[in-house]
Structure formats: structure tokens, C-alpha cells
């Protein structure tokens, strides 16, 4: 074989090789392509959880007062209301030290068209109780108290608190996930894909609400209108499709 032979010979392999290598590059790069819009590929869904409970706290605030020209009349007047509201929650059945005087105040100030001292004393006391159907009951009955001359002033109101969240947060968002992969998986179902991993994930805030149609008083259906109570929380969650 001539000198020129073997250096072509060299040559011609040297492309063939080059030209293997560009192919098997240029499968890879595709499929890395394919593979890369697979994973991108991806489904975004939201994951509804909801618990009935009853709230396991409740608390009463009444507020009244008394006005007059004098502070001894005045004052003794504040605290028989004071004692007919604590006789109120006792004939409930509760004990005394349900029942905390919550604040005081005092308001003077002349009446030039009376020419004398106008005295208010203000006074606010505070039921708390974990007997949370006692509470509600007593709360029907409270124009008792108005019957007791003590006339409930704007602050007055009962509270209905769920203090347990925390132990039903890790079983609801579990929920919440369920649901949203339920609905991811039909979302594939329809669309001819199947469901992966989780992407991302993000978890929106638990709200606490009355039940509906189950309102006590004023709430209007907020968290602490009534003891029987709906928590609520959104999950959203992204998913590959593959």
C-alpha cells in the first residue's frame, strides 16, 4: 500500500467516526429535548379539606354602666348590676371563677344646662368557659339580665373559639393534597396523560367559620358567631403530567 493509499485510508475512517459521532450526538440531544419537555409538562390544581367541629371555648363580655351627679350612688348602683350579673351566670351553673371584672372606668364632666357634675362609671365583666352549650344557652336567656336592670351596652357579646386547630392541621392538608391529585388525575385522564410527582406545592391559610344556616346573635357567620364551626383550607398543587 502507497503512502498516499493509507493516508486516505486514515481519512475516510476519521469521517466515518466523525459522522457516528455527530448521529449518536445529535439522538441524544433530541431525546434529552424530548425528555426535558416531558418534565416541563405539568398540570396546576387545588385541593379542598373541610372539618366540622365545635368549639371547645367560649367568652361572654358584658359591659354596662351607671350615671348620676354623685360617685357613692353611682358607685353602688355599678355594683349590684355588677352582682346581679355574676347571680345570672352562678343560677346558669357556673362556678364563680368563670365570672373576671374585665376593666372599669369613670367619665365626669359639667353640665352647664343642669349646673351640676354628670358621673358615669363604666364596668365590663367577662364569662370564659370551656362548657361551651351551658354558654350558649345562658346567651338565650340573657334578657334576664335586662330584666335585672342591667342594660347590655355596645361591646357586649359572646365569642365561640376552636382552640385545637393544630392537632387537625396535619390530617386536612393530607386531605387537601388527596383531592387535588383527584382532579389532577381526571385532568390527565382527559387530556391523555398520566400524573407524576409534585412539582410545587403551596398551602393556603385555614379559616374557621360557622357553620351554615348555625348563627348566634350578631356574626353574621364569622368564626366566632356560633360554636358550631366549619375549618376550612386550599391546597395548591402543581403536577408533571407524563
Known sequence: MTEVAAT???LLTAAALLAIGFTSGG????????RAKMADRSVTVRGLAERNVVADLATWTIQFSETGTELGPVQSAIDQ????????????????SAVSDTGASVNQF????RHENVIT??????????????????????????????????????????????????????????????????????????????????????SIGARDG?????????????????VRVVTTIDFYLR
Open 110 to 113: 359639667f353640665d352647664s344646662n
Open 8 to 10: 486516505r485510508r486514515v
Open 214 to 230: 348555625d348563627v348566634d346573635g350578631e356574626g353574621g357567620g364569622s368564626a366566632g358567631s356560633s360554636p358550631l364551626q366549619k
Open 121 to 206: 362609671v363604666h364596668r365590663k365583666l367577662q364569662l370564659r368557659t370551656a362548657d361551651v352549650m351551658r354558654a350558649r344557652a345562658a346567651f338565650a336567656r340573657q334578657s334576664d339580665l335586662i330584666r335585672a336592670g342591667v342594660a347590655l351596652e355596645e361591646g357586649s357579646g359572646i365569642v365561640y373559639s376552636f382552640t385545637k386547630l393544630n392537632s387537625i392541621k396535619p390530617e386536612m392538608i393530607a386531605e387537601g393534597t388527596k383531592s387535588a391529585r383527584a382532579s389532577a388525575e381526571q385532568f390527565a385522564h382527559d387530556s391523555g396523560a398520566a400524573v407524576g410527582g409534585i412539582k410545587s406545592a403551596s398551602q393556603g391559610y385555614f
Open 27 to 34: 439522538f441524544l440531544l433530541g431525546d434529552g429535548l424530548r
Open 81 to 96: 348590676k355588677s352582682q346581679a350579673v355574676r347571680t345570672f351566670f352562678q343560677r346558669a351553673g357556673f362556678p364563680a
